[in-house]
């Protein structure tokens, strides 16, 4: 049992005056978790664990009020239940294969840095392969027993296996996602892979039905996504955000969402004007002031309609949600930043990352990869725990 690494936490849903310990989280700040996003969101209409990446879709959050948190090593039906106030699913699509990455805005001023330290992300660069680090989670601790889950805990000898696309076609591993050798099991997604310094760089997605390996979802590649998510929840908390929040560099891009061929559906402009007419030069990448705050760059985060200044709303499926991207120009192609392309037809910085894939999910919150079907697509289970407490007995934290 793992009763020192309190930044990871436990996610529970509450049904039938009971709540299911799950998944797994990691406490970025007081009242902000980042999980994976098949913890909170329903899949197509819910009734069936097969999953297609090349149809199959995100639907219906779940209601945040069913969501809560726990740092307890082992939660009971006496544990302080953290809840939820607000889910926030990666922008850009909800294809199920490469956006497996949620955020958590808790309610009030969330969990108190006596009871939980807050656990830093990686932002500014992807893994090296044969990098070590250590796989946290609440997850079965032995894959032949169904009940041996439920209770946090942490492997410190992983290590990354490969990275993106360079890893094995096997591994069905998406451009912003990793595959690490680690123990992950059923009830372990959302889970941290953190570094030497104890920061999490990967959010555990899905793994091998014998829990020898794991596809993690990097963290860096969603900076703009979790920076602009953590100023919301500042202020929603009323504490004034970290360093990691405001501090600059080479953010990754919104997640794998869209190609450079993507058709003219689903941009938007923005600024005051409402025509996205840029200040200036047409094409700058320079994150304007505004609704974003004068320190955090508008690129990557979500929106459904006008985003900030020079920047546009565009979405890979033609609807929202979408991400906030620069404009671009002719008279600028180059100007778009790294992961991105300029699109001449929408005059927008879009993302170059492909999102074709396949999957199967089954059951539970860690994806877990299988034999290639008669179609060349993958199959793969979604493990999600089942521990249940007593609604009835249960402290809540209420907003």
């Given at each position: 049992m793992d009763t020192t690494t309190k930044g990871v936490v436990a996610l529970a849903r509450a049904a039938h005056s009971l709540v299911a310990v799950n998944c797994s989280g990691s406490l970025l700040a007081p009242n902000l978790v980042l999980t994976a996003r098949h913890c909170v969101s329903q899949i197509d209409d819910g009734t069936t664990p097969t999953v297609s990446c090349d149809t199959s879709q995100f639907t219906a959050k779940y209601n945040p009020r069913e969501l809560f948190v726990s740092t307890d090593a082992q939660p009971t039906g006496d544990s302080t239940l953290y809840a939820i106030k607000e889910v926030r699913e990666a922008p850009g699509s909800t294809d199920v294969c490469g956006y497996d990455f949620a955020l958590l805005i808790l309610s009030g001023t969330g969990i108190p840095q006596s009871e939980a330290k807050p656990i830093e992300p990686v932002l500014d660069h992807a893994p090296g392969v044969r990098q070590a680090f250590s796989a946290v989670g609440y997850g079965l601790q032995d894959p032949q027993d169904q009940q041996s889950f439920g209770t946090r805990m942490r492997f410190d000898t992983s290590t990354v296996t490969c990275v993106g696309s360079k890893c094995p076609q096997l591994y069905d591993a998406e451009d912003d996602e990793w595959v690490g050798k680690s123990p992950v099991c059923s009830g372990d997604s959302?889970?941290?892979?953190?570094?030497?310094?104890?920061?999490?760089?990967?959010?555990?997605?899905?793994?091998?039905?014998?829990?020898?390996?794991?596809?993690?979802?990097?963290?860096?590649?969603?900076?703009?996504?979790?920076?602009?998510?953590?100023?919301?929840?500042?202020?929603?908390?009323?504490?004034?955000?970290?360093?990691?929040?405001?501090?600059?560099?080479?953010?990754?891009?919104?997640?794998?969402?869209?190609?450079?061929?993507?058709?003219?559906?689903?941009?938007?402009?923005?600024?005051?004007?409402g025509a996205g007419a840029a200040p200036g030069v047409a094409g700058t990448t320079s994150p304007p002031s505004g609704p974003a705050g004068p320190t955090v760059d508008p690129l990557g985060m979500s929106c459904t309609g006008e985003c900030p200044g020079a920047y546009k709303c565009y979405s890979a499926t033609g609807t929202p949600p979408g991400i906030c991207v620069p404009q671009c120009s002719s008279a600028a192609p180059d100007s778009c930043p790294e992961r991105y392309a300029c699109s001449m037809s929408l005059g927008a910085c879009i993302p170059t990352q492909p999102t074709v894939k396949t999957a199967h999910l089954e059951a539970s919150c860690a994806l877990s990869p299988g034999l290639k079907s008669s179609h060349g697509t993958s199959a793969l289970a979604l493990l999600l725990g089942l521990g249940l407490l007593r609604l009835g007995r249960r402290r809540r934290q209420l907003p």
């Open positions: 959302g889970g941290p892979a953190l570094d030497a310094e104890g920061r999490v760089f990967g959010v555990t997605s899905r793994g091998d039905d014998e829990c020898t390996f794991a596809i993690y979802s990097n963290v860096a590649n969603w900076a703009d996504f979790v920076r602009s998510t953590a100023v919301v929840a500042a202020k929603s908390g009323g504490y004034a955000p970290a360093n990691w929040v405001t501090a600059t560099g080479t953010a990754g891009a919104g997640g794998a969402n869209g190609s450079a061929g993507a058709s003219a559906a689903g941009v938007s402009g923005g600024g005051a004007d």
